[in-house]
């Protein structure tokens, strides 16, 4: 006898579903970009793209509350256009403009923004997690209710 296969139906509405697609397709657009303006050297440094792992952060990001905190590696352009920064101001950074988020000198893997939660991409895989363990403890600490998503690739 074949084993039943399971299914599962999402709680998440239709419109909810496709503000996810949208804010994937963001993801993979602007990534698509980010890597053919490295490809005419327009983004200098290195440029790890997030293709292929949207529905990661899109998925985590659904899950997270106000006040949560997130710091990644990296790879880490999904993460910021996932937690509300603007891609005009990710893109500018990537391109060394000053109205990148960390003045057009952090590029594609050192960038950050307090007011959006995100507390940047580190170029030492592994390097976040000390951190973000300390961002968790400071929560506990004051007694805030909240979470801190520490990322890191599957190679980590």
């Given at each position: 006898?074949?084993?039943?296969?399971?299914t599962?139906k999402?709680?998440a509405?239709?419109?909810?579903?496709?503000?996810y697609?949208?804010?994937?397709?963001l993801?993979r657009?602007f990534?698509?970009?980010?890597?053919?303006?490295?490809?005419?050297?327009?983004?200098?440094?290195?440029?790890?793209?997030?293709?292929?792992?949207?529905?990661?952060v899109?998925?985590?990001?659904?899950?997270?509350?106000?006040?949560?905190r997130?710091?990644?590696?990296y790879?880490?352009?999904?993460?910021m256009?996932?937690c509300?920064?603007?891609?005009?101001?990710v893109?500018a950074?990537?391109?060394?403009r000053?109205g990148?988020?960390?003045?057009?000198?952090g590029?594609?893997m050192?960038m950050?923004?307090t007011?959006?939660?995100?507390?940047?991409g580190?170029?030492i895989?592994?390097?976040?997690v000390?951190l973000?363990?300390?961002?968790?403890f400071?929560d506990?600490y004051?007694g805030?209710?909240?979470?801190?998503f520490t990322?890191?690739?599957?190679?980590?």
């Amino acid at each position: 006898m074949a084993a039943k296969k399971a299914t599962r139906k999402s709680n998440a509405s239709k419109e909810e579903l496709l503000k996810y697609y949208r804010e994937m397709l963001l993801i993979r657009r602007f990534e698509e970009k980010a890597g053919q303006l490295y490809g005419m050297g327009l983004i200098g440094g290195f440029c790890h793209l997030y293709i292929g792992q949207e529905a990661v952060v899109v998925g985590l990001e659904a899950a997270a509350e106000e006040g949560d905190r997130r710091i990644t590696t990296y790879r880490d352009h999904g993460h910021m256009l996932a937690c509300g920064m603007d891609p005009k101001g990710v893109m500018a950074e990537l391109t060394g403009r000053e109205g990148g988020y960390s003045k057009g000198k952090g590029g594609s893997m050192h960038m950050f923004s307090t007011e959006k939660r995100f507390y940047g991409g580190h170029g030492i895989v592994g390097a976040n997690v000390p951190l973000g363990a300390g961002l968790a403890f400071a929560d506990k600490y004051l007694g805030n209710d909240r979470v801190t998503f520490t990322y890191f690739g599957d190679g980590a």
